[in-house]
């Protein structure tokens, strides 16, 4: 004989408890997801704040301006430069904005790798404060002299330097740039010496790099290449390990001095906490704009290369780019004065 075991009043409201959690947990769940999906086609509802860390000219501005002009998000990309403290100030304006995706920055390796280990009182922090959205460009530094400076080539600026000591002053848009950190590295490899003057931005050191009151910098390709092609500048070599294939007939510093490499490059980030939804349709756009034949173009005549990446991508990148420079740093020396 079987005996049929009935649920106790108990059991049977145990149950109905459990069916009204799984209820409400799948509620919730389908609400969260029509909640991020509203967020996204919601997204953007006003103007679009991409703040630059630098002045207008140099290739984090022309890399902003590019995706501002040819971006579709339904609302306008408006630039705001922001230059200062080797791009710590306009980066701090966006850690302190509303992470909604309606103010982002153009970081660069220096606001976001570089500065961390360089600077002793950060205004934020370079991980914790962002969210990455994509990687855009990287691009070689390119060793340029005044022309009147008595040298062609790698090996002799190394001599010449060995000969005068200190008698050599290199420009930078910055303390922790990457324009002032290839000069760091550029002096510990070979054991001489110069000093550093920053400026507030490439705009204002060219006019200083002409007239010969400081005599080299190792500036952004884009910013540099042009003038060295009109013969107002000396270009002598380029900082990545192979030779960009827009200044194929300039060497690399490594061909003389085996090991060196230094690479500038280009990243967007938003502030700490933007939704998921609203970072996949920025990387999104991103990847579009940099992908259109006519972007692509102009970055090729200019030195830069895309390098486009989704946003896990980004911050691992990222996450070894911060181990790499603070070595450099310390091997270096180098302080924000």
Same mark, same amino acid.
């Given at each position: 004989?079987?005996?049929?075991?009935?649920?106790?009043?108990?059991?049977?409201?145990?149950?109905?408890?459990?069916?009204?959690?799984?209820?409400?947990?799948?509620?919730?769940?389908?609400?969260?997801?029509?909640?991020?999906?509203?967020?996204?086609?919601?997204?953007?509802?006003?103007?679009?704040?991409?703040?630059?860390?630098?002045?207008?000219?140099?290739?984090?501005?022309?890399?902003?301006?590019?995706? /501002?002009?040819?971006?579709?998000?339904?609302?306008?990309?408006?630039?705001?430069?922001?230059? +200062?403290?080797?791009?710590?100030?306009?980066?701090?304006?966006?850690?302190?904005?509303? +992470?909604?995706?309606?103010?982002?920055?153009?970081?660069?390796?220096?606001?976001?790798?570089?500065?961390?280990?360089?600077?002793?009182?950060?205004?934020?922090?370079?991980?914790?404060?962002?969210?990455?959205?994509?990687?855009?460009?990287?691009?070689?530094?390119?060793?340029?002299?005044?022309?009147?400076?008595?040298?062609?080539?790698?090996?002799?600026?190394?001599?010449?330097?060995?000969?005068?000591?200190?008698?050599?002053?290199?420009?930078?848009?910055?303390?922790?740039? /990457?324009?002032?950190?290839?000069?760091?590295?550029?002096?510990?490899?070979?054991?001489?010496?110069?000093?550093?003057?920053?400026?507030?931005?490439?705009?204002?050191?060219?006019?200083?790099?002409? +007239?010969?009151?400081?005599?080299?910098?190792?500036?952004?390709?884009?910013?540099?290449?042009?003038?060295?092609?009109?013969?107002?500048?000396?270009?002598?070599?380029?900082?990545?390990?192979?030779?960009?294939?827009?200044?194929?007939?300039?060497?690399?510093?490594?061909?003389?001095?085996?090991?060196?490499?230094?690479?500038?490059?280009?990243?967007?980030?938003?502030?700490?906490?933007?939704?998921?939804?609203?970072?996949?349709?920025?990387?999104?756009?991103?990847?579009?704009?940099?992908?259109?034949?006519?972007?692509?173009?102009?970055?090729?005549?200019?030195?830069?290369?895309?390098?486009?990446?989704?946003?896990?991508?980004?911050?691992?990148?990222?996450?070894?780019?911060?181990?790499?420079?603070?070595?450099?740093?310390?091997?270096?020396?180098?302080?924000?004065?």
């Amino acid at each position: 004989m079987k005996f049929t075991k009935h649920p106790t009043p108990a059991s049977r409201r145990f149950g109905l408890r459990m069916l009204s959690a799984l209820g409400l947990m799948g509620g919730l769940s389908l609400g969260l997801m029509a909640s991020n999906s509203a967020m996204a086609q919601a997204y953007p509802n006003k103007p679009i704040r991409l703040v630059v860390t630098f002045p207008t000219g140099g290739a984090p501005d022309i890399l902003a301006r590019l995706f /501002s002009e040819k971006a579709q998000l339904g609302q306008p990309v408006v630039i705001d430069n922001k230059p +200062g403290a080797g791009g710590n100030i306009g980066s701090d304006i966006v850690a302190k904005s509303v +992470g909604d995706g309606h103010t982002i920055v153009m970081g660069t390796v220096g606001t976001h790798s570089i500065n961390g280990a360089l600077y002793e009182k950060m205004p934020y922090d370079m991980v914790k404060n962002f969210t990455p959205i994509s990687l855009i460009a990287s691009a070689p530094n390119l060793l340029v002299v005044n022309n009147d400076v008595p040298v062609k080539t790698v090996n002799e600026l190394i001599a010449y330097m060995k000969a005068n000591p200190n008698k050599l002053s290199y420009a930078s848009p910055g303390i922790g740039t /990457s324009v002032h950190m290839s000069g760091e590295l550029f002096k510990s490899m070979t054991g001489t010496s110069m000093t550093h003057v920053p400026y507030k931005g490439r705009q204002f050191y060219v006019p200083d790099l002409l +007239g010969g009151s400081v005599q080299l910098v190792f500036d952004n390709m884009p910013s540099a290449l042009p003038l060295a092609k009109e013969g107002k500048i000396r270009a002598i070599a380029q900082t990545t390990a192979k030779r960009s294939a827009a200044a194929p007939d300039v060497p690399t510093v490594a061909e003389s001095l085996p090991g060196f490499e230094a690479i500038t490059w280009f990243a967007m980030f938003a502030p700490a906490n933007t939704p998921k939804p609203v970072i996949d349709r920025l990387n999104a756009e991103v990847l579009r704009v940099f992908k259109l034949p006519e972007v692509a173009e102009r970055m090729k005549t200019l030195g830069l290369e895309a390098v486009l990446s989704s946003p896990d991508e980004l911050a691992k990148y990222q996450a070894t780019e911060i181990v790499k420079w603070a070595k450099v740093v310390k091997e270096s020396g180098a302080k924000a004065e």
